[in-house]
Nanobody, 122 residues
Framework: QVQLEESGGGLVQAGGSLRLSCAAS????????MAWFRQAPGKARELAAS????????SYADSVKGRFTISRDNANSTLYLRMNSLKPEDTAVYYC???????????????WGQGTQVTVST
């Protein structure tokens, strides 16, 4: 059974930093592309950052580019998201995801975590 468990969320002041972690079990992370999504209140879930299975290629949403860094430690089956210069608009539930697939409504990911709340205060 595949499980993705996020941690590291919390309350931080604007301009601060957080590092999110996603511990994976039940799958060999080196075989799967992974990503961080986020969903703000009243908004659709959006892709924040993604990383290829070997960690060699990353991509970011324009809104987080230059401030967030996605990385992975396949030896320890863990995905990370380092978030710097946080803004109130970064407030959202952040989800870890693994194994992109094509679903009935387009591309998605097969496995999802439960999410961790990040709140950025002014």
């Amino acid at each position: 059974q595949v499980q993705l468990e996020e941690s590291g969320g919390g309350l931080v002041q604007a301009g601060g930093s957080l590092r999110l972690s996603c511990a994976a079990s039940g799958l060999t992370t080196s075989n799967h592309d992974m990503a961080w999504f986020r969903q703000a209140p009243g908004k659709a879930r959006e892709l924040a950052a993604s990383i290829r299975r070997n960690g060699g290629r990353t991509s970011y949403a324009d809104s987080v580019k230059g401030r967030f860094t996605i990385s992975r430690d396949n030896a320890n089956s863990t995905l990370y998201l380092r978030m710097n210069s946080l803004k109130p608009e970064d407030t959202a539930v952040y989800y870890c995801a693994a194994d992109p697939v094509i679903g009935p409504y387009g591309s998605t990911y097969r496995y999802w975590g439960q999410g961790t709340q990040v709140t950025v205060s002014t």
